[in-house]
């Protein structure tokens, strides 16, 4: 049997649910093992008042491991109670192709939500020294402070430029502050 590996489903901006509960109800098992959504959590404020709130991390995109990239397309393209995805990627000879998630992408969206893509991409505590530079930081974020583009100490989120998806890719990461801490992940 051929080895899983994860490929990119495009559809529509607010599609996305509708999209993956299709694929889950129509598509056999044998053909797609796991479809997941990958989701973030920031923080939101409301009334002077922090809250946590669940988001997208990617708009339009789905997630999906298959050990028959060809046959799951084949099925994809046949099936018209699917919203038009937009999910395939062009071989040399132009034919259309489900588009494989790197190993460098895989790796980092694994760091940030999960071997199996199942967590959401937490908040993470940060220590602020002079200057508002960070000193720790302690989650999702830890390891790619260093590539910090944006940081929003009002608004709670740090952007982070990432190669991703064979571009430079930018990610928001909800940040909590030492003085938010009562405030549960």
Sequence with gaps: MNKENWYILRTYKDQEYEAADL???AIPKSLCSLCRIPQKIKMFRRGGEFHL???IMFPGYLFVRTSQPE????E???SREFPQFLL???????????IPISTQDLTFLQNVCGNELQS???VTDITLGENR???GACGALERYVNQIVRLDLHKRFAVVAVPLFNHSQTVQFGIR???DRDIVA
């Design 120 to 122: 959401d991409m937490g």
């Design 23 to 25: 694929l889950e109800q």
């Design 177 to 179: 502050l030492e003085q």
């Design 76 to 78: 994809l393209k046949k």
């Design 133 to 135: 530079t960070i000193l």
């Design 53 to 55: 709130v669940k988001d």
């Design 88 to 98: 395939f990627g062009k071989t040399e000879t132009g034919e259309d192709e489900l």
């Design 71 to 74: 046959k799951l397309q084949k």
